[in-house]
């Protein structure tokens, strides 16, 4: 049960249910032709390039990266200047490219869902955790920069 507590792991199961749904139940339902694999396609490369930067982040404030464990530093540079969870983000533009990319029509509702799910079971209590840890710091930062865009 521990393995389902890391946000890839979730991303990869709900990114496993679009693909099975455009597969095996398509109902002949799609988004058209060239644009949604055009827009998929820009959705999934935004993805990794915000990770990247995020990931990057992270590493220059020699700081670790996996959710629950106490941070070194507080990072708000970068890419952290505009989004609080740009990794997180980032997996919701993924899972919505693919969505696209695959014609999984019916599996839109995966991405609202899949947000509700990282942020009651990562992003709440990571900012419980930097509230705590770095208190007006991390206040002033709730000010300047919002949880996604």
Known sequence: MKNLELPPVWLAAFIAIAWAQSTYYPMGLNFGTGWADLLGGLLIGGGLILMLMAVLEFYRH?????????????????????????????????????????????????????????????IIGEENHLRRTYRAQYASYLNRVRRWI
């Open 62 to 122: 020699k700081t670790t990266i996996m959710p629950r464990r106490d941070s070194s530093s507080f990072v708000q540079s970068g890419i952290y200047k505009k989004s609080r969870n740009p990794i997180y983000l980032g997996d919701a533009m993924i899972l919505a490219g693919l969505i696209l990319r695959w014609d999984a029509v019916l599996s839109l509702p995966l991405i609202p869902i899949f947000v509700w799910v990282i942020e009651k079971r990562f």
